[in-house]
């Protein structure tokens, strides 16, 4: 038998809402408009650089060597003497077509892999043998909607991962740049969240998007575009779907993947395409007034 609710009930609840907490009226002009904080500029130190022709897509290290990427060659050098001690290389236009970075855990080079430029655009993580180079393992994640894999990296045990939308014709017709993003997955690779780029930085990576990404020792994500001799820095937004650039680093390398040194230090390796180069950075602190307390947190 369904309830009645007696017009007294009614219109009691009627003289509840119209009480002296609802009796000042909301206008829409009176509520204040968002505003964006200028991110903070810093400059990175060079320390020191090593010849490598692979050095074209991205790069990795470890306590004793540094790895130069392009597509579907890796080269491992000697972090002492610069001396290349290994090198894989996979077929053209075969199983590995566009590995575009790497980074080092424990024994394992692990590389984020996709089918760029063909579209649609598929990925996969390839596992290498940080010593030999011989590869050791594949996960493929197949056709995904996200986008082409470009980094990825540990976030407790599970993963944070940018994906890539382009302009050009290496795109999909119907998305833009600004369809890129970074996501979360648990240890099996099922996504469990995600969010947008900032508009700024979606500007400034146009036509291509974040090349390289990996979280820092101080818990914040950083981001490289394609071209740009800058470093972006992001946090988590305390609420809604979009990341907050928080700070801008210039840096002598022409964009593309990176890695942070193994020793917890901030220690980062990056690469000058036109150089063939692999770099060493020291990066700056970010000042803690940069977090914009109350609306940005670190991932970790």
Request: net charge negative; with cysteine.
């Amino acid at each position: 038998m369904r309830k009645r609710i007696h017009l007294a009930a009614l219109a009691a609840m009627a003289s509840t809402l119209s009480g002296p907490a609802f009796a000042q009226k909301l206008r829409y002009e009176d509520i204040p408009v968002y505003e964006t904080v200028e991110p903070v500029r810093l400059e990175a130190e060079l320390l020191n650089r090593w010849d490598a022709p692979e050095a074209r897509q991205g790069t990795a290290a470890d306590e004793e060597a540094v790895y130069a990427i392009v597509n579907h060659v890796i080269g491992r050098y000697d972090r002492e003497t610069g001396a290349l001690e290994q090198r894989w290389i996979g077929s053209r236009k075969g199983l590995i077509r566009h590995i575009n970075s790497c980074f080092v855990e424990n024994d394992n080079l692990v590389c984020a892999n996709s089918n760029h430029p063909e579209v649609p655009m598929a990925s996969s993580i390839e596992v290498f043998d940080k010593h030999t180079l011989k590869h050791r393992a594949s996960h493929s994640l197949g056709l995904m909607d996200e986008g082409s894999l470009v980094w990825f990296d540990r976030l407790g045990d599970s993963w944070v991962a940018g994906f890539a939308h382009y302009n050009d014709e290496t795109g999909l017709p119907y998305k833009t740049n600004a369809y890129a993003g970074v996501y979360t997955f648990d240890s099996d690779w099922r996504k469990t969240g995600g969010w947008m780029l900032p508009n700024a930085l979606v500007d400034l990576m146009a036509p291509q998007a974040a090349s390289g990404g990996e979280i820092g020792p101080d818990g914040l994500l950083y981001l490289m575009g394609h071209d740009r001799t800058e470093m972006y820095v992001v946090a988590k937004p305390v609420m809604g779907p979009k990341l907050i650039h928080i700070a801008t680093i210039d840096i002598e390398a022409e964009g593309q993947a990176f890695a942070f040194d193994t020793d917890g230090s901030r220690k980062v390796f990056a690469i000058s395409r036109p150089n063939g180069e692999i770099r060493e950075f020291k990066l700056p602190a970010i000042p803690e007034d940069a977090l914009k307390a109350g609306e940005a947190t670190r991932f970790r």
